[in-house]
């Protein structure tokens, strides 16, 4: 087993590690280099270090590393990130350092703007969305009309303010020790490639105007738009140290409208629309309902969605960690705690479907009183689960024989058709993982040279 010392080394090495991708761009050659801890890069011109996960393969994850000193800034109101962020289409390499929590919901002079706001003009209100969609007198008919096209109206308000549209070769990551973060915000990273996100909480991702389906499922649903961080169509992206939550807005709050919960969150994290090559690794998810979806769509993307999860910690998560379709996916050293939380009771952890090809291996659940190791995973009966060595409860337990001998019908498949071999970090003992996560994953635990704080 190996011991906390030397994982904590580990650690330390790992973070000043750079890819050999950005070695050789830097012009020292295509050789293995480690730089000493007071030689470090500092966090925000760090890079994905090699072998790091999905995100490090080919030319690997910089980010905006080389931004020059006109590009690199520092911001703290949402107005500051618009700008520094501009159309989301410029790739010149810029990084920007997110100092303090920025609230989304505020116009360019900082006024706070609500859901009343976002509505004023547009004839749009709730009360008469609901009677004019009520399945009584609607029907089962997706909504149209007056008040539907108002509430896109309002929608498109709120989405222009809330929206931060991420370009290529960015950085975007929190300044150590002013809880950086972003409320009420969405990071949609869509069509562009080499990201880096760092050191961030992301929380209170609302939808003010979630839309009435009355096809989802056999009742309907009301379905919200907005994912904290959204991967559409994104390459080389890596999201570390990152705290996700519903806070202060949790799910038990939402009202029920046409007997369903009125959602007014999405992911937290979604990878979809062919995304490829991606790492997400020391994060926390907590206190959020569908956290992260991994292709979109049973068609979404074949060839891509490779995806590698790793030293993340799940607690208050209710399913979706993740659902995963069509991609190869890695999933190791996470820590999954099913113990309900402010509301959120788990329903499963992994979903393999869609012929999802998931290899996961060495991670540790906590199985909370009232839930069964058979009902850990789900599937659709195309989707694999491959790996070993997972705890449930500090003993190995075979996830994926307790899931099958419980269902008849719709197994999982134990064999993969590819091998991971971007593993840096992997530890084939999962015991430890609860302690040694509890204070290493999430935002706020960086220090300015990208190492973890004792």
Not at 276 to 291: C, G
């Amino acid at each position: 087993m190996t011991s906390p010392t030397h994982r904590r080394s580990t650690r330390l090495r790992r973070t000043v590690l750079l890819s050999a991708a950005a070695v050789t761009a830097a012009g020292l050659g295509a050789v293995p280099f480690v730089m000493n801890a007071s030689a470090a890069a500092d966090l925000a011109h760090q890079v994905l270090p090699a072998k790091d996960g999905w995100a490090a393969e080919g030319s690997g994850t910089t980010g905006g590393s080389k931004a020059d000193s006109a590009h690199v800034h520092t911001v703290s109101d949402r107005a500051g990130l618009m700008k520094a962020l501009g159309t989301g289409t410029d790739s010149t390499p810029k990084i920007i350092r997110i100092s303090g929590t920025i609230d989304a919901n505020t116009n360019d002079a900082g006024k706070k703007l609500t859901c009343a706001d976002y509505a004023a003009g547009t004839g749009y209100s709730l009360s008469a969305y609901l009677k004019a969609y009520d399945p009584a007198s609607w029907g089962k008919r997706m909504p149209s009309g007056t008040q539907e096209r108002a509430r896109d109206a309002a929608k498109a308000k709120q989405q222009k303010n809330i929206q931060f549209r991420v370009p290529s070769n960015t950085t975007l990551v929190g300044v150590p020790g002013t809880k950086a973060g972003i409320v009420g915000g969405t990071l949609l990273v869509q069509d562009v490639n080499n990201v880096i996100i760092r050191n961030l909480t992301l929380s209170a991702t609302e939808d003010c105007f979630p839309q009435w389906d009355p096809t989802d499922g056999s009742t309907g649903n009301w379905n919200s738009a907005y994912d904290s961080v959204g991967l559409r169509g994104a390459t080389h992206v890596w999201a570390d140290h990152n705290t996700f939550s519903d806070a202060p807005g949790f799910d038990r709050g939402n009202k029920t409208y046409f007997g369903r919960p009125y959602q007014v969150h999405d992911g937290a994290l979604d990878i979809t629309k062919g995304s490829d090559l991606v790492t997400v690794e020391r994060n926390q998810f907590t206190n959020h309902d569908k956290t992260m979806l991994i292709g979109g769509s049973d068609t979404d993307s074949v060839g891509k969605l490779r995806v590698s999860i790793h030293h993340n910690v799940w607690k208050g998560i209710t399913q979706r960690v993740p659902l995963a379709r069509i991609g190869q996916i890695h999933v190791y050293n996470n820590y999954f705690d099913t113990t309900p939380l402010n509301g959120y009771e788990p329903k499963y952890t992994i979903d393999s479907r869609a012929k999802a090809q998931v290899v996961a291996e060495h991670n540790h659940w906590k199985l909370s009183a009232g839930h069964k190791v058979a009902k850990l995973l789900s599937g659709d009966g195309t989707g694999s689960v491959a790996g070993g060595g997972n705890y449930v409860n500090g003993a190995v337990t075979d996830l994926v024989a307790a899931y099958n001998t419980a269902n008849s019908s719709k197994k999982m498949k134990t064999t993969v058709n590819w091998k991971p071999v971007n593993t840096a970090g992997l530890t084939a003992s999962a015991a430890g993982l609860p302690t040694e996560l509890a204070n290493s994953t999430g935002a706020g635990v960086l220090t300015a040279s990208g190492t973890t704080a004792k």
